[in-house]
């Protein structure tokens, strides 16, 4: 369904998944840098979040509670200002 998304748990691969979006936010993020804002947008609406049926966007991964604020703040461009989490330090 194009406005929907199946959910499922990840036992395995978790951090995969995790790393792969940290690196399609850098991509996307250098992108627009860049002056690349349709390959940016690309990134972000097709890889990073999907539409709902009220046009929200959501994220295609959510990982555990410990790294879920660090993540989402990368995903939505407002990183975390706590810089010894990991998920920001593999961010920069």
Known sequence: ???SATKYLVIDGQQRLT???ILLAA????AF??????????IE?????FLNRKGDELTKIIP??????SLF????KTPSIETTSLINQSYK
């Open 45 to 49: 609406t097709n890889e990073i979040f």
């Open 33 to 42: 840098n860049l002056g690349l804002v349709n390959f940016s947008k690309s």
């Open 1 to 3: 369904v194009p406005h």
């Open 19 to 21: 790393t792969l979006s």
């Open 64 to 69: 555990r509670l410990r790294d879920r604020d």
């Open 73 to 76: 703040g990368i995903l939505r």
């Open 27 to 30: 991509l996307r993020d250098q």
